[in-house]
């Protein structure tokens, strides 16, 4: 996913705000509009580095188009860097003293120059803000090095949700996934759906007696294997990845190792989605739904973008619950950089991109959520980027998406986990063999733990 344009979106990750004070109307930026007209400004040059997608790129050279035009004195420099090689690019900035004055950030180097000293504390800025307050933004979307130490903010608000297409759970006399928390479906239920959905290629169900698991023509669901979507069932289920005081790694105990191998029993016991194998052979998850070769998934609320474009017949539903329903947050941060040499105008920079009016068009074509707490609850608001665009926003999106991540997130690990990118590259392969059948949850989670020992830093919340 600065604070609310952009996310990662997909595939890792993904992706909102808005001006305190603002009517509905929410014109960026009103008050210092008419404090820059009072007088001539000298020449202002910024650089704003971020990743994403050819739409991302429009609405970002859009939004800084905008912000140029109310601010005459300022030109804004767009630089798209590919996500793989972000971090490689900005280390070589840094190294020339060529840092932007504010963009997207990786959770792994962000993690790591934030105990540089190479970010301003957000919090300090919007303390002192006349327009802005930290209280405006959503609990969940912080990187926070201490409980009054933010290092940056969500680019977007994302979250998961259960896609599914319509018309196959119709035609397979399946009731549809809730769409508020109270109503989850419990795992059996949904693990009941999920055989119901999966056919074989002599039109069996993995439901019924002589189903064929090695000839699989539509699956019942499919989801990926890294940190997050993971964690949406190890926290519903009660685990984390450390103890609360961040001492001990804990997706050894009972709690985490089970949401991990009810997971993996939905490849390998169940036969509902598919291998790590046939995955490789499968489209992206929003192609998937398309095609019909799947009928659920579990995937972020980006997708929305692609489904909705393709003009699929598809809705949400909250995900199956373990013991608590729930959604995890996550985006990229965005970050305002302290060797900025033009600050006053960075900052101003920094909050017109966390206006979804800026970039409205990201947040109505289904990318992204804002990370403003009244872009949920104002309803001309919400009108602006749900209601406009109900091909992107099925009839579940604003229980199962919008108001379950306002009212039922919880922040991914990337938010709190010091030394996250070493145990997230640990855990995540040491999982393989599970998800291949050929170790059990529990066993390769023991292993890990050992494995990771020497590399647990602690947590950021901890209590």
């Not at 938010?415 to 590259?425: E, G, M, Q, T, V």
């Amino acid at each position: 996913m600065a604070f609310s344009l952009i996310a990662t979106a997909c595939g890792n990750s993904a992706d909102s705000g808005a001006s305190q004070g603002q009517t509905s109307t929410d014109k960026p930026q009103q008050t210092q509009t008419a404090d820059a007209g009072a007088k001539k400004k000298d020449p202002v040059k910024l650089k704003f580095t971020y990743w994403g997608s050819p739409d991302e790129k429009k609405a970002i050279e859009g939004a800084t188009k905008k912000f140029t035009e109310k601010y005459p004195w300022i030109t804004v420099e767009t630089v798209q860097i590919p996500n793989s090689d972000y971090n490689t690019k900005l280390t070589a900035m840094a190294a020339a003293n060529d840092l932007p004055d504010t963009g997207y950030m990786t959770g792994d180097l962000g993690d790591t120059w934030a105990k540089q000293g190479k970010f301003v504390n957000l919090f300090d800025m919007f303390a002192k803000d006349s327009e802005v307050k930290k209280e405006d933004f959503l609990d969940t979307i912080w990187y926070k090095q201490t409980p009054d130490n933010a290092w940056g903010i969500s680019t977007a608000g994302e979250a998961f949700g259960l896609f599914y297409r319509k018309d196959l759970l119709e035609k397979a006399g399946v009731a549809t996934p809730p769409t508020k928390a109270e109503q989850a479906w419990t795992w059996d239920q949904f693990v009941d759906a999920a055989k119901k959905l999966t056919i074989d290629k002599n039109g069996k169900t993995a439901a019924d007696p002589g189903f064929d698991p090695k000839n699989i023509k539509q699956y019942g669901v499919t989801f990926e294997t890294w940190n997050e979507p993971l964690n949406n069932f190890i926290y519903s289920n009660g685990g984390d990845w450390l103890s609360k005081d961040g001492k001990e790694f804990t997706l050894n105990k009972p709690e985490a190792a089970e949401a991990i191998q009810k997971l993996a029993d939905l490849i390998n016991v169940h036969h509902v989605a598919p291998s790590p194998l046939a995955a490789k052979s499968l489209p992206a998850m929003n192609v998937g739904l398309q095609s019909g070769i799947t009928a659920m998934a579990i995937g972020g609320q980006w997708m929305n973008l692609d489904l909705g474009n393709a003009k699929v017949n598809y809705d949400i539903g909250v995900l199956p619950k373990l013991k608590k329903s729930l959604t995890v947050g996550l985006s990229g941060a965005t970050v305002f950089f302290k060797d900025s040499k033009h600050p006053e105008e960075a900052w101003m920079l920094f909050k017109w991109m966390s206006n979804p009016e800026g970039a409205i068009e990201l947040y109505s074509g289904g990318l992204w959520m804002p990370t403003m707490k009244k872009w949920y609850t104002d309803p001309a608001l919400v009108a602006k980027w749900v209601d406009a665009n109900p091909a992107a926003h099925p009839p579940g999106f604003k229980d199962a998406m919008m108001n379950q991540f306002l009212n039922h997130s919880v922040p991914g690990s990337t938010y709190y986990l010091k030394n996250y990118a070493k145990l997230n590259s640990t855990v995540i392969s040491g999982l393989d063999s599970v998800w291949l059948g050929k170790q059990n949850a529990q066993d390769a989670l023991n292993t890990i733990a050992k494995q990771v020992q020497p590399d647990i830093q602690g947590r950021y919340d901890a209590k």
